[in-house]
Each structure stands twice: as C-alpha cells, then as structure tokens.
C-alpha cells in the first residue's frame, strides 16, 4: 500500500472514530477491495484497529486510540508529515485531523511540520509515461523545501546545463513524476526532477510569499501547459473494450465523449501539433479511427509512408 493512504486512513479513523471500508474506498478514491486489503495491512502490522461485524460495525482503533507523538525525533515528524500532507487533501476530516495532529507536536517540532505537511502536492493524472524511478535529488529538496533553505541546482533542459540558485517553494507528485515549483530571480519557474543532476543545499534561508498556495499554482501552471500541449485535437472511434486503455495511455490527452452510432466510443485526443497526435496514435493502427480533421489524418498517412519506405 502507498504511505500516502496508510496515513489517511489512519486520520480518517481518528477523526470519525468507525470508519467501513467502503467508506475509506470512497474518501480516498479507491476499491472497497482495495480500502478492505489496507485496513487489514494495518492490523497486520500491529496498528491497533480491529473490526465490528454486523449492521452499525466497519473498522476502529483499539480503545479509541490516538497518535502520541511526543516521542518523535525531528527527522520522524518531517517524514510523517510528507506523507500526511498530500493524504490530507482528501476529505475535509483529514486535514482537521492534521491539524491536530501539528497540535500534538512538542512545540519545537511544530513550524517544521507545518512546513512538512505543505511541501508536496499528488497530482494522479498522467503525462506522458510514469516514471518509475525515484529521483536521487528528492530527499534533499523536500529537506531544502520544509527549512526554507535555498539550493543551488544542476538543470539540464533542451541539451544546455546551467547551474542556477532557487527558493524551493515545493514539490508535486505527478503520477510518480516530480516538479519543483521555486522562486529564482526572474520569478517562479517550474523544473523536472528528472532534469536535476545535482542539488546542494546552501546556509541561505528564504521567506516564501505569504500569498503562495502550492495547490492553486500547480493547478495553474497544469492550466498553461494543457493549453499549450492541447492545440491539435483529433476526434476519433474506438471499441468500448479499448476506451478505457487508451484514456489511460493518453491521460489528460484523451477525453472519452461518449457512445457512437456503431457502438464505439468517441473520444478526443490532443497534443501541440497534428504530427504529435498522429504519433501518439501511430501505435494503435486499425483500433483507433480518426475521424477529424484531414490534417491529422494526413500526418498518420506520412507515418505510414515512412514506416514503409524505411523498411523497404
């Protein structure tokens, strides 16, 4: 299971005191399955919830129980609050529950978790293909992001690597696909973190704008770039069966609209240019038919050519 949910089905437990797996499923946009697998992890690894058969039962803690967490270490409480920050966004309960949960904190702990719990926004939908891998620069941005302190980075973008020193404002989950959302001397800039070579961690400490919302930038900057990667759009059929494998392939590139006439599906897929929907739709041969417009159908046809001409 992600830590991201254990902890938000932890908080949701704690703020509702019984909580069914069906409820969880919904709160947190997964399977009942899913949500039942979770708890029962939980149990399993000695968390003190059990469960209530019969009309009225679900899932509780032991007791009551509630997190102590005078015991952390200072390290601890900035990995908890990582992880709880982005699980809070789920449901208005869990970040009253976050809320009391920085309450708890010794007094000394509290600023940094503060801090922790707003340094990272999940982003579920995709760009492009996942990325698997776990960006070696991660760790010490999201140190860089909870201490205010700023870094100087190594970035590569376009086959240019340049050496530049940001305000680490925050960082975003996209599908396992990281950004860093900083303030740097011509404004705020957004970097890949798969483009990071190196990121040191300078003395320097920054006040971030009062006014900044990690949320509500990143949602804008996914508003500028869909505008901008959503140029050339292509409507086009596919079998039912297919729908759903190519809204997941193609992300916020696909927009399914709707049953056709034959029984496909109608959907929309779209990209920055005709020969960038034609290539991500090259793959799909005989399964995907476009039906406009003529441009991207001409592009599909050059493919093919070329495809032709180079095996030839």
């Known amino acids: 299971m992600r830590a991201d ?6 908080l949701l437990m704690q ?3 019984r909580v069914t797996a069906a409820e969880i499923a919904t709160e947190l946009e997964v399977s009942v399955a899913t949500a039942r697998r979770d708890l029962e992890a939980l149990s399993a690894a000695g968390i003190p919830v059990y469960p209530q058969a019969g009309r009225g039962g679900g899932w509780s803690l032991i007791g009551g129980a509630r997190t102590d967490l005078s015991g952390l270490s200072a390290g601890e409480t900035r990995a908890l609050f990582l992880l709880a920050g982005p699980a809070a966004e789920a449901a208005p309960e869990l970040k009253s529950a976050l809320r009391k949960l920085v309450r708890a904190l010794p007094q000394t702990f509290r600023a940094d978790a503060a801090a922790a719990a707003d340094a990272v926004v999940v982003d579920p939908a995709r760009w492009g293909r996942p990325n698997a891998a776990r960006p070696p620069t991660l760790a010490d941005l999201q140190r860089a992001v909870v201490a205010r302190r700023r870094v100087r980075i190594d970035y590569e973008r376009a086959g240019t690597r340049t050496t530049r020193t940001v305000d680490p404002w925050g960082l975003v989950d996209k599908d396992t696909r990281w950004y860093l959302i900083a303030g740097t001397d011509r404004g705020s800039r957004t970097f890949r973190l798969d483009r990071i070579g190196t990121a040191e961690i300078l003395d320097e400490t920054f006040d971030r704008p009062a006014d900044f919302d990690l949320r509500t930038a990143w949602s804008g900057i996914v508003t500028r770039m869909e505008q901008r990667r959503s140029a050339a759009t292509a409507t086009v059929l596919v079998s039912a069966a297919l729908a759903p494998i190519l809204a997941d392939q193609q992300g916020r590139h696909c927009t399914l ?18 020969k960038m929907v034609a290539r991500q739709l090259a793959g799909w041969g005989a399964d995907v038919e476009v039906i406009d417009p003529p441009e991207i159908r001409a592009e599909l046809v050059a493919l093919g050519r070329e495809l032709i001409e180079g095996n030839g």
Request: aromatic share 0%; hydrophobic share 45%; no cysteine.
């Open 15 to 17: 703020a509702r005191g």
């Open 5 to 10: 949910r254990l902890v938000a089905t932890l």
């Open 257 to 274: 609209l709707g049953p056709a006439a034959d029984g496909r599906v109608r959907a929309h897929i779209t990209a920055d240019t005709p």
